[in-house]
């Protein structure tokens, strides 16, 4: 463990790609802080090394979205950079500390504790990360590309997104090339398409959702040499495009006299004044209904195939405006659990 002027360690947090995570002392700094440090020779002769098809963890782009998140002023649910420097040829990447480990960690100790998520323990988690990705996605244009348990740490029960070497520009068109863990990436980037990393990230929340949930990742990998893709796919036809089975219990769906105007007063209740357009909380009490059609076994699998053929299909199609989709979910949520 190497320490700098700036810095007197504590002790050894963990192991990172190229380096480790340090709890650190700062002159004239009350809290501890968490110090990435990443050999930047070891970085550079593994992006040498690395497979056309993969893309691997590049730490000046990690540095670059800290510059961005520092000069922004940054966000509740994510991770806070204080600064960040150079010294021989290691960066140094000095963060607000998070003591209470990752949502992974913290769902691994309630399962093996027998202890399970319940659904509106898992909303109110969710509802945390989804207003972080909100804020990169559109504040600061940052697709993260890695979005998973473990990249989301606590610290006093407030959920922080953390890990930024694989992000992108959350406007850009992605070529097609592998990226993130295999658990939580979306059927298009495994299937080498173009894609949109917007859209990965939904995904990748889905996944995360699903998780926390059930205890178990709904695939290996997205993909049609996997056992269970194509079920997956006959149930969520968002895995390539359009809502799917939803689509027609949705058309065929009659209101009863006064059903729209219940599901709009309840929809403002869920989502406070500010929620947007009335029709969004609508559309999502219609499908929230038409789902319970579906013969799926477990009700928690039906409220992730709700979310992704809710939420991806309408970025897809351009029916949400861009700050519509977090609201969406959250009175999605909301009314499958109540």
Same mark, same amino acid.
């Given at each position: 463990m190497l320490a700098t002027p700036l810095l007197r360690v504590r002790q050894l947090l963990g192991s990172a790609l190229y380096g480790e995570v340090l709890e650190c002392e700062l002159p004239d700094h009350d809290e501890p802080v968490a110090v990435k440090c990443i050999s930047l020779t070891q970085a550079a002769q593994a992006r040498s090394r690395a497979h056309a098809s993969r893309e691997i963890d590049n730490p000046i782009q990690e540095q670059r979205v800290a510059a961005m998140l520092t000069a922004n002023g940054g966000h509740r649910n994510v991770v806070q950079p204080h600064f960040h420097f150079v010294h021989e040829r290691r960066l140094f990447l000095v963060n607000e500390l998070c003591r209470d480990g990752d949502l992974h960690s913290f769902m691994s100790e309630r399962f093996n504790a027998s202890s399970f #998520?319940?659904?509106?323990? =898992? @909303?109110?988690?969710?509802?945390?990360?989804?207003?972080?990705?909100?804020? *990169?996605? !559109?504040?600061?244009?940052?697709?993260?590309?890695? #979005?998973?348990?473990?990249? =989301? @740490?606590?610290?006093?029960?407030?959920?922080?997104?953390?890990?930024?070497? *694989?992000? !992108?520009?959350?406007?850009?068109?992605?070529?097609?090339?592998?990226?993130?863990k295999d658990y939580y990436m979306a059927p298009e980037v495994v299937a080498g398409k173009r894609y949109d990393p917007v859209l990965a990230d939904v995904w990748s929340l889905g996944i995360m959702w699903f998780i926390m949930l059930t205890g178990s990742p709904l695939l290996s990998l997205a993909s049609p040499s996997v056992k269970g893709f194509n079920a997956v796919k006959r149930r969520c036809g968002c895995c390539h495009r359009g809502v799917g089975p939803f689509r027609p219990h949705f058309e065929e769906h009659h209101h009863t006299p006064g059903q729209d105007v219940a599901d709009r007063s309840a929809a403002a209740n869920i989502a406070g004044p500010s929620a947007g357009p009335p029709h969004v909380h609508c559309c999502c009490r219609d499908i929230v209904r038409s789902s319970k059609q579906l013969q799926i076994k477990s009700s928690r699998r039906n409220s992730f195939l709700l979310y992704l053929c809710c939420i991806r299909s309408c970025i897809e199609q351009k029916k949400l405006v861009a700050n519509e989709y977090n609201l969406l979910l959250q009175s999605t949520l909301i009314a499958w659990i109540t």
């Open positions: #998520l319940q659904e509106h323990e =898992v @909303l109110a988690l969710m509802h945390q990360v989804l207003q972080g990705v909100y804020y *990169l996605h !559109t504040t600061i244009g940052v697709a993260h590309r890695d #979005l998973s348990l473990e990249n =989301v @740490l606590l610290s006093r029960g407030v959920c922080k997104i953390t890990d930024f070497g *694989l992000s !992108t520009d959350s406007r850009r068109i992605c070529e097609g090339g592998l990226v993130g």
